[in-house]
């Protein structure tokens, strides 16, 4: 028997990481509390783009990876990760699912064995929220007993180059001992580990980093509404820019920000900052009125589009090209697309979706999900690109559709206009 890894979590965190653990070696038990994730990925059904079919049923004939709803699976561990969500309610950080893993995973807790925090979070979190939970549930206290660390995920779905062996790791722990065993742990499954002092740097390091792109996506967003009303191109001044060497990173406009991090993480940032410091975090909040308002900024112009056309919004056909928050992945939460599909619902337009990544039960109600044909293309009002897939012809959708609002700039033509 090798060392027992538990991973709480089996999203698109969890899973490729207890994946990875096989292949270094790990007896691996993947907990989730959603019964038809548990039985999809016993039946080596991956619904992670990151995770091939191929890649968990090698993992079952290995006989070293199980995936299971009940945390008794758990039990013996050596190292646990928790990966679970962090949402925002009503503005305030919801650590639930940290506690409940934390609460069920601690009368399992051995001396020796090491647990990890991977969500998402406030500074402080793992040392004044995590590690009550784990002493009062287990009878054991850290650093003396066990070891407690964080390190913050860095999965980006559907990204081609970057996954998570070659994604360097930031590690933390409570103590010297437990930094050296989380080192210890993720040198076996990445190729680069980062060492940093303390927790608390560790989550600030998480929210530094999804912060900087929430501010630079908003400034390029802002910027791309009032080029438009100046009449200048923003692609073409952003490309311009992207030639100097030094001093500038390319940020894009689009219709929004989505999926788990960029919407929530820095209000975690900022509320952490008003609840400790009494401040509000300035850059953070008006980053989040830009883009919280990018999708009915998109929704605004493609009626004043329809309108130079003659044609209210109100019974025009649109289709949808996208509903995930991000291009080559099928996540879809906090998808600006998947508001503004909602709000051109509201409005009255007939509005169809096509998205090859995205299963059909996540479309929102009042939105046929199709395929991207000739037909489809042809017989719509407008044609909104929200999502870049690769998957899409977009030399098709130019050349088929009457009209194209182009939020990626990915089509070019007389009958495109973009963001």
């Not at 580990?193 to 802002?222: G, M, W, Y």
């Amino acid at each position: 028997m090798g060392e027992k890894l538990v991973v709480v979590g089996q999203g698109y965190v969890g899973l490729p990481l207890a994946m990875r653990a096989v292949d270094a070696g790990f007896d691996v038990v993947g907990v989730d509390v959603d019964d038809w994730r548990v039985k999809r990925l016993n039946a080596a059904e991956s619904y992670v783009e990151d995770v091939g079919d191929e890649t968990l049923s090698a993992a079952h004939r290995s006989g070293r990876y199980l995936a299971s709803t009940d945390y008794a699976d758990a039990e013996g561990f050596d190292v646990c990760v928790i990966t679970v969500p962090t949402p925002l309610r009503e503005g305030v950080p919801d650590l639930r699912h940290i506690g409940s893993a934390g609460e069920s995973i601690a009368p399992l807790l051995r001396p020796g064995a090491t647990m990890i925090l991977e969500s998402t979070t406030y500074p402080g979190t793992t040392e004044e929220y995590l590690r009550p939970l784990l002493e009062e549930g287990s009878g054991l206290c850290t650093p003396e007993d066990f070891f407690l660390g964080y390190s913050p995920e860095r999965i980006d779905p559907g990204n081609p180059h970057w996954h998570l062996e070659n994604t360097p790791k930031v590690v933390s722990g409570i103590d010297q001992a437990s930094l050296r065993k989380v080192s210890e742990f993720y040198g076996r499954i990445v190729r680069d580990v980062v060492c940093v002092s303390s927790l608390q740097v560790a989550e600030l390091c998480k929210l530094l980093e999804n912060t900087f792109r929430h501010v630079n996506i908003a400034l390029v967003n802002e910027l791309s509404i009032f080029a438009q009303q100046l009449g200048i191109d923003v692609w073409e001044a952003i490309d311009a820019a992207s030639t100097k060497p030094f001093g500038y990173l390319r940020f894009t406009p689009g219709p929004g920000v989505g999926g788990h991090c960029l919407p929530i993480d820095p209000s975690y940032l900022s509320w952490k900052v008003k609840r400790a410091l009494g401040h509000n975090f300035r850059f953070v909040e008006l980053a989040n009125d830009i883009n919280d308002h990018m999708p009915d900024h998109v929704v605004h112009r493609l009626i004043l589009a329809l309108n130079r056309q003659g044609r209210p919004l109100r019974g025009s056909r649109v289709l949808l090209l996208g509903l995930a928050y991000k291009a080559n992945a099928g996540d879809c939460r906090e998808s600006p697309a998947i508001e503004v599909a909602r709000a051109l619902v509201k409005l009255g337009a007939d509005v169809r979706a096509a998205d090859p990544h995205v299963d059909a039960y996540l479309a929102p109600p009042g939105i046929e999900l199709v395929a991207a044909t000739e037909r489809e293309l042809s017989e719509a009002d407008a044609v909104v690109v929200l999502t870049d897939h690769d998957r899409f012809d977009y030399e098709r959708v130019q050349r088929v559709s009457p009209f194209v609002f182009d939020t990626r700039r990915r089509c070019r033509g007389p009958n495109v206009e973009h963001l």
